[in-house]
């Protein structure tokens, strides 16, 4: 029973990212991209096999070496479709978080690494003498039933709070701590990236349009 609930938990994410990495290369194939990743990572224990959260979407090292600062993995093109991962190029900044333990503290939420799809930031400003900024980002089709004010949402794997919801758009404040440690200290307008729904919400839904259709 232990060993289960430890499967479970070990492919799940807590959104608090842990380091970044730079994409190396990126190669195409038939059904879609090969990338190589550079980081360094505290105490890396990843292996070939392992889950691991790039910009908030579940991935599989295929390949690392020997020093463990590089590794590989594969996006089929499903993953490319749904991501920001079609516009990764060399250089570029991704979040990286490895998947959690049983032990693990969870002091963001718990994140499937499950991409939704993708949305634009729509605005940025400093606030506060720089101690916090704001950022207002696209609210994609039929994404809103899953965001409530100071309720939880995945960012390119950063676990944030939504702060404000209006028409076609939800606020996010990040703090300097936050920027420093993730990509999104490279976000601008227009900047895409990756959102995945509170896990919660999701069920919920699913769960009602159960009840609903059985009521009919």
């Known amino acids: 029973m232990i060993h289960g609930l430890y499967t479970v938990i070990k492919?799940?994410?807590?959104?608090?990212?842990?380091?970044?990495?730079?994409?190396?290369?990126?190669?195409?194939t038939e059904g879609g991209?090969?990338?190589?990743?550079?980081?360094?990572?505290?105490?890396?224990?990843?292996?070939?096999?392992?889950?691991?959260?790039?910009?908030?979407?579940?991935?599989?090292?295929?390949?690392?070496?020997?020093?463990?600062?590089?590794?590989?993995?594969?996006?089929?093109?499903?993953?490319?479709?749904?991501?920001?991962?079609?516009?990764?190029?060399?250089?570029?900044?991704v979040n990286l978080e490895r998947a959690m333990l049983l032990s693990t503290r969870l002091g963001g939420h718990l994140v499937q690494g499950h991409v939704d799809g993708t949305a634009?930031?729509?605005?940025?400003?400093?606030?506060?003498?720089?101690?916090?900024?704001?950022?207002?980002?696209?609210?994609?089709?039929?994404?809103?039933?899953?965001i409530i004010p100071r309720g939880s949402i995945s960012v390119d794997g950063i676990?944030?709070?939504?702060?404000?919801?209006?028409?076609?758009?939800?606020?996010l404040i990040l703090i300097p701590e936050t920027l420093k440690k993730t990509n999104a200290k490279h976000w601008k307008?227009?900047?895409?990236?990756?959102l995945e729904a509170d896990l919660v919400a999701r069920y919920i839904e699913n769960l009602y349009s159960h009840t609903k259709q059985k009521r009919k």
């Not at 093109?77 to 920001?84: A, D, H, P």
């Open 120 to 146: 634009k930031i729509k605005s940025r400003s400093v606030r506060d003498n720089g101690n916090v900024e704001i950022f207002r980002v696209s609210m994609p089709a039929g994404f809103s039933k899953y």
């Open 189 to 194: 307008k227009g900047t895409v990236v990756n």
């Open 33 to 93: 991209k090969k990338f190589s990743v550079s980081a360094v990572i505290a105490d890396n224990d990843i292996e070939r096999g392992d889950s691991i959260s790039i910009n908030g979407a579940c991935q599989t090292v295929t390949e690392i070496d020997r020093k463990k600062n590089i590794f590989l993995f594969y996006s089929s093109f499903k993953t490319l479709e749904l991501t920001n991962f079609g516009i990764l190029a060399p250089g570029d900044e």
């Open 11 to 28: 492919i799940m994410f807590t959104g608090l990212i842990e380091t970044t990495g730079l994409i190396n290369s990126v190669v195409k």
């Open 159 to 171: 676990s944030l709070t939504v702060t404000s919801i209006s028409k076609g758009e939800f606020e």
